[in-house]
């Protein structure tokens, strides 16, 4: 099946620096979304993107769909202590009607902490 | 609005115990997801239902019962456990099955013991 690698696993930064995080795979998706998730929540959806190329922001946030299709990035700026969290891509593919229809593949996540 | 609602928010059965867990949504989304969450890592798809008729089920095991009442209700029936299905139960919907956004909700957090 497929796979994403995301990178880094975790990173430990101070408040007011910049993150970046990334996800490969060796498959094509159709859509990139980003999440994320705090301690005993549910994911929270940050940022989708839905085609080839794409930059979309959402405030502190940006997010890229690799040209590709099979990677994406996620940058966050001048980070704060409530940025702390699990960070999820996930991908889809558009596969109407076949097994993988509706289903994200997720990558292993990265968990940031931020150092006031 | 993209809100998913889950009941309870913590569960703790015994393994000759059924129970339910509950999800809704009034978003008007047409599909609903279930998944299991083990701590720090990513969420795994169990089941998928698309205009309430079930589309997916990744080889769950049958002690895992889903049931889609209407279009806004998710259930998800629990019987004969086992300590290794202790996890974080999330739900999620999407507009329709295929490449939309998915909204979770903020889990069940399920001990068996």
């Known amino acids: 099946g497929q796979q994403l690698n995301q990178s880094p696993q975790s990173m430990f930064i101070q408040e007011g620096e910049d993150v970046s995080m990334n996800c490969t795979s060796s498959?094509?998706?159709?859509?990139w979304l980003w999440y994320k998730q705090d301690p005993g929540e549910g994911p929270v959806l940050l940022i989708a993107?839905?085609?080839?190329?794409e930059l979309t922001s959402n405030g502190r946030l940006t997010a890229q769909f690799g040209i590709t299709r099979k990677d994406s990035f996620l940058n966050i700026s001048a980070s704060i202590p409530s940025d702390v969290g699990i960070y999820f891509c996930a991908g889809q593919l558009f596969d109407a009607g076949g097994t993988s229809y509706g289903k994200l593949t997720f990558g292993q996540g990265t968990i940031l902490t931020v150092h006031p | 609005d993209t809100e998913v609602t889950q009941t309870p928010k913590h569960l703790v059965m015994g393994m000759t115990n059924k129970k339910s867990l509950k999800c809704e949504q009034h978003?008007?989304?047409?599909?609903m997801y279930w998944y299991k969450q083990k701590a720090k890592k990513p969420p795994e798809l169990m089941f998928v239902y698309s205009y309430e008729k079930l589309s997916i089920n990744e080889s769950v095991p049958s002690r895992f019962s889903p049931e889609c009442p209407n279009s806004s209700l998710l259930n998800l029936h629990l019987h004969a456990l086992q300590p290794e299905d202790s996890a974080l139960y999330l739900c999620?919907?999407?507009?329709?099955?295929?490449?939309?956004?998915?909204?979770f909700g903020p889990g069940t957090r399920l001990t068996v013991t």
């Open positions: 978003m008007g989304h047409r599909a």
């Open positions: 999620a919907s999407s507009q329709a099955q295929g490449s939309y956004e998915q909204y």
């Open positions: 993107l839905y085609k080839a190329g």
């Open positions: 498959s094509i998706f159709n859509t």
